[in-house]
């Protein structure tokens, strides 16, 4: 026997009606932005079952997913359901807000994690925000903070970074401007992509600097690869299969006594010298490491232009 999950009708409330916090149900008038597992089901919340289940209408970045998912929750899907993916989100947003306004409950899932974060869902938030049209969510599994928590890196201060540039030119500038980053910083990359970032991340933020792999969060396969980036450069020169996470180590405080190791490198640059080349020059004329001085001139850098 299975637990009962209360259904539509048994849920109906007027618009607008309040709610306990602690209700599983769905508020009318609302959109609810919802987590779904990253990999293994037995993570969906006991909100997102009632929520798939209460639904007047439910918009999914990919509808056969959704399907699949609520098959395997042994749960029944009774609103309509419509796709909601990055080429459409532009044009569905104004039905979506258009049921909410009406009254009806709006629930919003992407294929894996979080709606709006590296998936739709951000522009629909913004449009229900100037319109004022609540927006609520039922959080749950997340890539990017069970990355975190795995890598063993420096967690009290992070940021996310999505996925990098696809070309190569334009991903090397994305990196540069975060080689003097100090916060542990997290990636979304394709398994298709992954060494040429990490080739590109040891080249601008140095092969020594401190990473995770993560691979297939909550599957059967998960694995974690905690390593200098020049050792994941070479774990994944064959390739790699499934989702993966990349956790990188911030770049430890500028030393004191670099400005001037730092101008000193911009000038050499200035001459033709490549900035990476006249960092490792000149920490070697001084008795520095090559990346805090490689680092204090792109900050000095950025902070004159």
């Known amino acids: 026997m299975t637990d009962s999950i209360p259904?539509?009708?048994?849920?109906a409330e007027p618009a607008g009606a309040a709610l306990p916090a602690h209700s599983p149900h769905l508020r009318a008038g609302?959109?609810?932005?919802?987590?779904?597992?990253?990999?293994?089901?037995?993570?969906?919340?006991?909100?997102?079952?009632?929520?798939l289940e209460q639904a007047d209408l439910i918009a999914?970045?990919?509808?056969?997913?959704?399907?699949?998912?609520?098959?395997?929750?042994d749960v029944e899907t009774r609103g309509r359901v419509i796709a909601f993916h990055e080429h459409n989100e532009r044009d569905r947003a104004p039905e979506l807000l258009e049921a909410a306004r009406d009254g009806r409950r709006v629930l919003v899932v992407s294929d894996a994690g979080m709606p709006s974060v590296s998936d739709p869902g951000y522009r629909l938030v913004q449009a229900a925000v100037q319109i004022q049209v609540p927006?609520?969510?039922?959080?749950?599994?997340s890539a990017v903070l069970a990355a975190l928590a795995l890598s063993g890196l420096a967690s009290d201060r992070f940021c996310f970074e999505g996925f990098l540039p696809r070309k190569p030119g334009e991903r090397?500038?994305?990196?540069?401007s975060l080689a003097t980053q100090e916060r542990t910083m997290i990636f979304l990359e394709s398994p298709r992509r992954v060494h040429d970032a990490l080739v590109a991340m040891a080249e601008v933020l140095g092969g020594e600097r401190p990473a995770a792999l993560c691979r297939e969060l909550t599957k059967t396969h998960e694995e974690v690869l905690?390593?200098?980036?020049?050792?994941l450069v070479r774990a994944t020169a064959d390739g790699v299969l499934g989702e993966v996470v990349l956790v990188v180590a911030g770049t430890e405080?500028?030393?004191?006594?670099?400005?001037?190791?730092?101008?000193?490198?911009l000038a050499l640059a200035g001459t033709g010298m490549r900035l990476k080349a006249a960092a490792a020059q000149v920490a070697g004329e001084l008795g520095l490491r090559p990346n805090e001085v490689y680092r204090a001139a792109l900050e000095l850098r950025e902070t004159t232009a």
Do not use: F, Y
């Open 7 to 11: 259904s539509a009708e048994d849920d």
């Open 30 to 51: 609302t959109i609810t932005l919802a987590a779904t597992p990253i990999g293994n089901v037995s993570d969906a919340s006991q909100r997102l079952r009632c929520a």
């Open 60 to 73: 999914a970045e990919d509808t056969r997913r959704l399907r699949a998912l609520a098959q395997r929750l």
């Open 135 to 141: 927006v609520t969510v039922a959080p749950g599994p």
């Open 172 to 176: 090397r500038r994305a990196l540069e």
């Open 226 to 231: 905690r390593a200098p980036l020049a050792e």
């Open 253 to 265: 405080p500028v030393v004191a006594g670099s400005e001037d190791a730092a101008r000193r490198t």
